[in-house]
């Protein structure tokens, strides 16, 4: 090895995220080297943040890749799409075999799945890799959801994990998850989770603020208590903080436009899970919501003259306050029970071997979505590693009996109210027909059967076998062969 191979990993895309990678990889001894696109924010970097570092600047790909210890590993964080399927093209021809390229970006499973067989057919390794926990994370320690060339782990896990958050005991938040984009997967999933806690705790503030017209230092308190209980966690942390930042003596929350922005990857899980034929209600509903605030000046001209009850709820306002952590604690175990059943059957398509403990272990520190909670989730793996369902394990069970009288108690008077509530009805609908033995499905087929042919198999009869009647005694008795249309 010369004297220029020296960098233990090179990492492309000096943005915040980039750059607080970097921090934390050299706080714990390891020779980075940083480059960028604009060839000037290297030495921004070098000269202001990385000042006083064993941070390398390089100021092309080619050196880049020169400075690097065998095998090397180049980490892109640059903008999903395009932009990584073109520093792959430039970084191959500096690389040699069993060199590794991994991209650290929001980039879509599908994606990951074809750049890992690309990159494996020219003799490169590829990991794709989540990072969750915005600039904090990064800097501090993120949670990290790597996946990819299995035989890249054993060269990057003890970076990897290293620099990942730990929880209480020590255990790095970042562990193997499985083969090509498996890793971008949970990430993905981790990102539509984010949007229904996000959506609930939206929810419950409107509650409070709209039907229990309390104050915003009443809100701030409420959410400190609750964060002190079984919703501690990040969201709800920086939620308390944010109800009590002022501005001119004002809650500076008041003063913020209310059309939220998304970035996609809330989206992707949705339209992965109608792909597998997946309910994950909550997290669409958590997307759509988004869609309905987007539409600002069509809700300000529609509040003029679509007229709704008043919004005030009367009643004992500390057992309406329980009412509303007990929805929202409802809501959000049957939100988390639909991101596993989403990613069970995505392990199921793509065959890869999840470890849903390991997953929820990976978010408990770091990630946006970090809480008490998702210790629950590790345990109820523990407990029974094949487990199904999240709503049948005995905690989370047990747990939603208790909750279940607020939770119906509060939606109800949302509900009269005209205060929306969807990710939280969702949550109760998805619930209630779970657990339903029958559901109308019946006359849905009967309606698939008239119209189109489509059949329908009879309780009467084993299942597998498929019937077609004659509803009018006009058709004939040829039934349609695309069952599923």
Known sequence: MSNKEQGDLALIGLAVMGQNLILNMNDHGYKIVAYN?????????????????????????????????????????????????????????????????????????????????????????????????????????????????????????????????????????????????????????????????????????????????????????????????????????????????????????????????????????????????????????????????????????????????????????EKLIQNIHDALYASKIVSYTQGYMLMRAAAKEYGWDLNYGGIALMWRGGCIIRSRFLAKIKDAFDRKKKLTNLLLDSYFKKEIKRCQKGWRNILALAIKKGIPVPAMSTALAFFDSYRAERLPANLLQAQRDYFGAHTYERVDQPRGQFFHTNWTGRGGDISSSSYNA
């Open 37 to 317: 696109r604009t060839v000037s924010k290297v030495d921004d970097f070098l000269a202001k943040e990385a000042k006083g570092t064993q941070i390398i600047g390089a100021h092309s790909i080619q050196e880049m890749c020169q400075l690097l210890k065998r095998p090397r590993r180049v980490m892109m964080l640059v903008k999903a799409g395009q932009a990584v399927d073109d520093f792959i093209e430039q970084i191959i021809p500096h690389m040699e075999n069993g060199d590794i390229i991994i991209d650290g970006g929001n980039s879509l499973f599908e994606d990951t799945n074809r750049r890992v067989k690309y990159l494996e057919s020219k003799g490169i390794l590829y990991i794709g890799t989540g990072v969750s926990g915005g600039e904090e994370g990064a800097r501090r320690g993120p949670s990290i959801m790597p996946g990819g060339s299995k035989e890249a782990w054993p060269h990057v896990k003890e970076i990897f994990q290293s620099i990942s958050a730990k929880v209480e005991d020590g255990t790095p938040c970042c562990d193997w998850v499985g083969e090509g984009g498996a890793g971008h997967y949970v990430k993905m999933v981790h990102n539509g989770i984010e949007y229904g806690d996000m959506q609930l705790i939206c929810e419950a503030y409107d509650i409070m603020r709209q039907g229990l017209g309390m104050s915003h230092e009443e809100m701030h308190q409420t959410f400190s208590k609750w964060n002190q209980g079984e919703l501690d966690s990040y969201l709800i942390e920086i939620t308390r903080d944010i109800l009590a930042y002022k501005e001119n003596g004002e809650p500076l929350v008041e003063k913020i436009l209310d059309a939220a922005g998304q970035k996609g990857t809330g989206k992707w899980t949705v339209v992965n899970s109608q792909d597998l034929g997946m309910p994950v209600t909550l997290i669409a509903e958590a997307v759509y919501s988004r869609c309905v605030s987007a539409l600002k000046e069509e809700r300000v001209a529609a509040a003029k003259v679509l007229k709704g009850p008043k919004k005030a709820i009367s009643g004992n306002k």
